[in-house]
């Protein structure tokens, strides 16, 4: 990130002295006009540089009247280094922090004096700058988390309804700007309520932390896991076609099985999810992506119905509805 200009800093009131200039003339222009710097300019270039330092020793030769003949090309600081207007603060307080130089003349790009700088204002400048990007880095690091946290569900860890709602309406718009397909798969802990009421609600809320995470690591890296509601959990499957959601939603029953949490209240002894899957591809673009969740639910309904601890497609639904 850069520093800004030259011309921001630097004084531009500036007093040039001739190089021939007397000693006299050079004092009374320090000490009258409270300066620090005088620029020693041929043609409004400069040749040279006088400053407090030297007017210590251009006052101890007037006191003691030793001026006689002598004028600033006789004294002043030559060469000098210059530092152009178009130059960056940063390279610029680089080359003064180089060299032991408190005044620098500021010349343009015809050479010709613009204005004075000091080492002082450069180095400060920087230091200001560093820590303003260092804060500025730590705020952009402190808002990332801060964001993140604000979209994850505070029991579970994983993502709440309004990142599940953000991630779904950029999937969805996936589809329909590049035809690339998605699926989702919901899920519900079986007989959860009976769960609570056998084992206690602490008990219950420690399950579905371990279901979560189980759902993480049998997934995908692509796939993201949301809390849709209660002991309902959502999929988002992307770039998923129904065949690789159907295998996806078994992992995950097959996953919570391994688990072998046990369950007094349930058939299989053990605690047990139901999923329901639903997909949208680039062939029903009329769709909206809530259209495809409450698919996914009534499919997870109709898992429910079947029996529990299954998989239930959205198709099937709509077979069973016009079989029946």
């Known amino acids: 990130m850069g520093y800004g200009s030259i011309e921001s800093i630097m004084s531009k009131d500036v007093l040039c002295a001739s190089p021939e200039d ?22 409004d270039v400069p040749v040279g540089m006088i400053t407090e330092r030297d007017a210590v020793e251009i ?3 007037v006191l003691a009247g030793k001026e006689d003949r002598q004028v600033a090309a006789d004294v002043m600081s030559s060469p000098v280094t210059i530092i152009r207007a178009s130059d960056s603060l940063e390279e610029s307080a680089v080359r003064a922090q180089s060299v032991h130089i408190r005044y620098f003349p500021v010349v343009g790009d015809d050479g010709r004096i613009q204005g004075v700088v000091t080492q002082n204002e450069l180095l400060s400048r920087r230091l200001i700058q560093e ?10 690091t402190a808002n990332k988390r801060l964001d993140k946290l604000a979209k994850l569900d505070g029991m579970l860890g994983i993502g709440n309804r309004r990142w599940m709602e953000e991630r779904l309406v950029s999937t969805h718009e996936q589809l329909q700007r590049e035809g690339k397909p998605y699926s989702l798969a919901m899920c519900d802990v079986d007989h959860f309520k009976l769960y609570n009421d056998h084992y206690g609600h602490l008990a219950g809320d420690r399950v579905l932390k371990r279901i979560a995470q189980r759902l993480v690591e049998v997934l995908r890296g692509a796939d993201q896991v949301f809390r849709f509601g209660g002991e309902e959990l959502l999929v988002v499957l992307p770039e998923t076609v129904m065949e690789e959601a159907i295998r996806a939603g078994e992992r995950i ?15 299989p002894g053990i605690v047990t999810v ?3 899957v639903a997909s949208a591809s680039p062939a029903e673009p009329q769709w909206r992506w809530q259209g495809v969740v409450q698919l996914a639910d009534v499919a997870l309904y109709s898992a429910k119905s079947k029996g529990r601890n299954c998989v239930v497609i959205a198709s099937e639904v709509n077979d069973d509805e016009e079989t029946g």
């Open 253 to 267: 029953c097959e996953g919570v099985r391994t688990l072998e949490i046990p369950h007094a209240e349930s058939a």
């Open 22 to 43: 007397t000693l006299a003339d050079l004092l009374s222009m320090l000490h009258k006009n409270r300066i620090g710097c005088v620029p020693v300019c041929e043609d």
């Open 59 to 61: 006052a101890a030769r």
């Open 131 to 140: 820590l303003v990007e260092e804060q500025t880095v730590h705020l952009s």
């Open 274 to 276: 139901s999923c329901g």
